[in-house]
């Protein structure tokens, strides 16, 4: 896989921490931060997920369906905020992780 999509994975993960630690706050932010923060997670999990798809790394697959699923704005999985705090944290660890995870193991 070429290093420009892995470079493109990683900065794409840091801006999927990025938004997601910034949902945790309560009050913080409109309800419309909410329904973006759905579709840019969603995106970018799909992302990460095909380049996971690509390098045959079968856990990743797995673990960005499942925040595919969470995150979709098509058909919302409607949670209470706590619920929601704790998602989001762990799918900004998930995101920090694959940065070092997910990569092209025959150029290493």
Known sequence: M???IIKNKNI???IAIIILLLAIPSGLWPYGYYIFLRWAIAGIALFVLWVAYELKEK???GLMIIIVILFNPVVPVYLDKETWVIIDF???VLFLISI???KNHENN
Do not use: V
Request: charged share 25%; proline share 0%.
């Open 100 to 102: 070092f995870k997910i």
């Open 59 to 61: 856990t990743w697959i």
């Open 90 to 92: 762990i799918a900004a």
């Open 2 to 4: 070429d290093k420009d």
């Open 12 to 14: 794409i993960s840091i």
